[in-house]
T-cell receptor, first 113, second 109 residues
């Protein structure tokens, strides 16, 4: 049973560019949450997707957007990258009705130069 | 005020020692509480949920004090493999989880 997968594993971009990160949830999970983890900090909630809609959003600017596809996979898009966007981006999936149960993917490490 | 605050750490303890981590949360309506473990450059993994009555899983004991809005994790008989960062997580309601900054534990031979 494949767990949560994310791609790419590492990414280097320059300021002002745009980036798309991808996540495939664990089999049987339909809810996907995205987190940003800066060095030395805990993960910060960006947003959660369920039934292809953004269900809840954390304190992140509109430069951060997402999408969920019918197969429950998800994308995180970040526009107009800033140096401060450098972080580990984590995707977590949950089964229906069990949003307390989160399984994290290995993350995508984004470096903005 | 931050939603979740943890002991600053780091904690460096010898093998076999008992170590305790503390965490406070600001939202008194919080419903769910967890401890996650994160190894260096890896994803967080659920260590245990925290229930009102307190719960134990082998060498690990988690406790919740709603009146003081306080969560703790106790690790007994520390092993080298316990070295990691421990994250306190609170779900006030709905679907947003708040993570603490994490407490680093190093168990020394």
């Amino acid at each position: 049973d494949a767990g949560v997968t994310q791609s790419p594993t590492h990414l280097i971009k320059t300021r002002g560019q745009q980036v798309t990160l991808r996540c495939s949830p664990k089999s049987g999970h339909d809810t996907v949450s995205w987190y940003q983890q800066a060095l030395g900090q805990g993960p910060q909630f960006i947003f959660q997707y369920y039934e292809e809609e953004e269900r809840q959003r954390g304190n992140f600017p509109d430069r951060f957007s997402g999408h969920q596809f019918p197969n429950y996979s998800s994308e995180l898009n970040v526009n107009a990258l800033l140096l401060g966007d450098s972080a580990l981006y984590l995707c977590a999936s949950s089964p229906t009705g069990w949003t307390d149960t989160q399984y994290f993917g290995p993350g995508t490490r984004l470096t903005v130069l | 005020r931050k939603e979740v605050e943890q002991d600053p750490g780091p904690f460096n303890v010898p093998e076999g020692a008992t170590v305790a981590f503390n965490c406070t949360y600001s939202n008194s309506a919080s419903q769910s509480f967890f401890w996650y473990r994160q190894d260096c450059r890896k994803e967080p993994k659920l260590l245990m949920s925290v229930y009102s009555s307190g719960n134990e899983d082998g060498r690990f004991t988690a406790q919740l004090n709603r009146a003081s809005q306080y969560i703790s994790l106790l690790i007994r008989d520390s092993k080298l493999s316990d070295s990691a960062t421990y994250l306190c997580v609170v779900n006030p309601a709905g679907n947003q989880f708040y993570f603490g900054t994490g407490t680093s534990l190093t168990v020394i031979p």
